[in-house]
Structure formats: structure tokens, C-alpha cells
């Protein structure tokens, strides 16, 4: 799902016009006063409204997991509102964001709302683990399929319980040359006996202790042939994907093929 954060005065009408202007399933998200807080006897509270749209209010879910829950049935997720975000952003005068911004102006009157749709597809995707079993169940070959196996790769904050706290890692590629390279181990690994679809996902820019990094996911005909590729699949995405991790712990920073 390719995302779009937009802050500052009138982030809320550039929202919309974006979001008219892309091909696809569009999720639109953004501030609403008029939710009311949820009751004090559940954690979350849903309604249908009148015009046959959902509200949510509730305190137990983040703005990541809603992302996450997005990620699977929609395309685009354009939001407004949210400056803490670290997302992809277009800032509507001076304030500070965490996420990459890609244009910064006075006035949303500035901005084309069909050059920002353009370059959304030109951005790093918002991937799950659920996205892509998804993606892998709608093969054509998923019929034949007995077994999903994934894995994930996380942040670990500490090796041993005396070592320094990792506080985030940061990683950088070779713009083309890391997807290729995930492309062509993908499309070796679907050439053996039973393997039916094996899917990359490997996140880049600054990701935090305890989140998640990397995700393979293999559809096959059996748990063996699934299990043993999604093995090699990850070994081979560490050992020959160009992909650059600086590590950031409590006491230092550090690239980390520099102590390999």
C-alpha cells in the first residue's frame, strides 16, 4: 500500500484531491471532532453511519496498527493531520516532521494534486505480513497450495542481557539494484519442484526496537518444500541483496558491515 501523510493548513482538501486523482482503492484517514470517545466499559467502539461508512473510537489500537489493518485491502492510504508520523509527507508551511518530506510549502494552493498521486507509486510501499499472505493467496496456483510459511525479521534490542540497547537500526539500498536482486532470488526459488509464489518485503529508512524488518512469505504445495524455502529465501536475501544497516544503540551509532 503506497502512503501519503499531509500536514499544515488545508492538508485536509489536498487529502481529497489526491486521493480523487489515484486508480485504485483509495483509504482516506484523518482527524474527525465529531467521534465520540469510546464508552468505559469497552476498548474500542464501531458504528455504521448513516451514509454507510464505519467510525471507530477507542484507545487500544495505534496509528500503525490501523495502517497495518489498511494495508491488505487497499492500495493508497492518504492522510492529513497526523505530524508524527514517519511517513512519506507533504508539510503546508514550517512544521517539524519525522518522516521523509517530499515537498514543503506555504500554501496547498502551490501543490498539483495529480503531480503528488503520480509520485506515490514512485515511493516505498506500507507492507505487512497480512499483505502479502494475502497477495500470495490470490496466485493463480493457490489451489494447488497446501501450505504458507513466513518469516519475520525484528529489531532485537540487546544479543545478551549486558550488551547496550539497540535503539533503532537504518537501513539504506541501491535504488532498483536491491529490488532486482529480490526479484531474481524470488523468481529461482518458484522454479523448484512445489514452490508456487515466494514474496520479499524488506523495510528501509530508521526502523525502532521491536518492529518489524523484513518479511518472506512462500506458497507451496507442501510444509516441507515451504519451510525449506523459506530458509534459503532468507539466507540469500542477506547474503546477496545490497542492502546497508547502520545500527544505533544507547552508547554508539555504527554501519555494521564495518565490523563484519
Request: hydrophobic share 40%; net charge negative.
Amino acid at each position: 500500500m503506497q502512503t501519503l501523510s499531509i500536514v499544515g493548513s488545508g492538508a485536509a482538501e489536498l487529502r481529497d484531491a489526491v486521493a480523487a486523482t489515484l486508480d485504485g482503492r483509495v483509504a482516506t484517514v484523518g482527524r474527525a471532532e465529531s467521534v465520540d470517545d469510546a464508552p468505559d466499559d469497552a476498548d474500542g467502539r464501531f458504528e455504521l453511519t448513516e451514509g454507510g461508512d464505519w467510525a471507530a473510537a477507542g484507545g487500544d489500537r495505534s496509528f500503525a496498527d490501523l495502517l497495518d489493518d489498511l494495508a491488505a485491502d487497499y492500495e493508497y492510504a492518504v492522510i492529513s493531520g497526523f505530524s508524527k508520523l514517519r511517513l512519506p509527507t507533504v508539510v503546508i508551511g514550517d512544521e517539524d516532521v519525522p518522516g521523509d518530506v517530499l515537498r514543503r510549502v506555504d500554501d496547498a494552493g502551490e501543490l498539483d494534486p495529480a503531480d503528488l498521486a503520480a509520485e506515490l507509486d514512485e515511493l516505498d510501499p506500507h507492507v505487512t505480513l497480512e499483505s502479502l499472505v494475502h497477495e500470495a493467496k490470490q496466485s493463480p496456483l493457490a489451489e494447488r497450495s497446501g501450505a504458507i510459511a513466513t518469516f519475520t525479521g525484528r529489531v532485537r534490542a540487546k544479543d545478551s542481557p549486558d550488551d547496550s540497547r539497540t535503539t533503532h537500526l537504518k537501513f539504506e539500498k541501491y535504488e532498483g539494484v536491491a529490488a532486482e536482486r529480490m526479484a531474481e532470488i524470488a523468481s529461482e526459488l518458484e522454479a523448484r519442484e512445489g514452490v508456487f509464489e515466494v514474496l520479499f518485503h524488506h523495510r528501509t529508512g530508521v526502523v525502532v526496537d521491536g518492529e518489524d524488518i523484513v518479511f518472506v512469505v512462500v506458497l507451496a504445495g507442501h510444509r516441507r518444500e515451504a519451510f525449506r524455502t523459506v530458509e534459503d529465501g532468507i539466507d540469500r536475501l542477506k547474503d546477496e541483496v545490497p542492502l546497508f544497516k547502520k545500527e544505533t544503540t544507547e552508547d554508539e551509532e555504527f554501519w555494521v558491515h564495518d565490523r563484519a
